[in-house]
Nanobody
């Protein structure tokens, strides 16, 4: 059974901080890359950050570089997203994502950096709402 369970969302004033957590089932955790997606009202789902075990590499969308930090705790099968200096435009539903879990499906969301695919997400959780006012 593949599961990704997010927590830590909420409402915060601009300039504030939140920390999102995602507990993953074993199969999802076996992914090379884990990450966070977000979807604002009326917009498509986008990759916010990714963290990959091969090469210990990370990826951040330009809009969050320097403000968000992704990390993972392999002992707890948990990935985190520390969000600082939050802005109203960060308001969105945030989804934890894994490369494994939805390989047979049609929907994939990729993190691409300078034309290179950094992560290829096939599965995501139910999401947690982040509202910045």
């Amino acid at each position: 059974d593949v599961q990704l369970v997010e927590s830590g969302g909420g409402s915060v004033q601009a300039g504030g901080s939140l920390r999102l957590s995602c507990a993953a089932s074993a199969y999802a955790w076996s992914s090379d890359c884990m990450g966070w997606l977000r979807q604002a009202p009326g917009k498509g789902r986008e990759v916010v950050a990714a963290i990959c075990t091969r090469g210990s590499r990370t990826y951040y969308d330009d809009s969050v570089k320097g403000r968000f930090t992704i990390s993972r705790d392999n002992a707890k099968n948990t990935v985190y997203l520390q969000m600082n200096e939050l802005k109203p435009e960060d308001t969105a539903m945030y989804y934890c994502a894994a490369e494994r879990g939805g390989e047979g499906g049609r929907t994939r969301i990729q993190a691409v950096d300078h034309g290179n695919v950094i992560a290829d997400f096939t599965y995501w959780g139910q999401g947690t709402q982040v509202t910045v006012s």
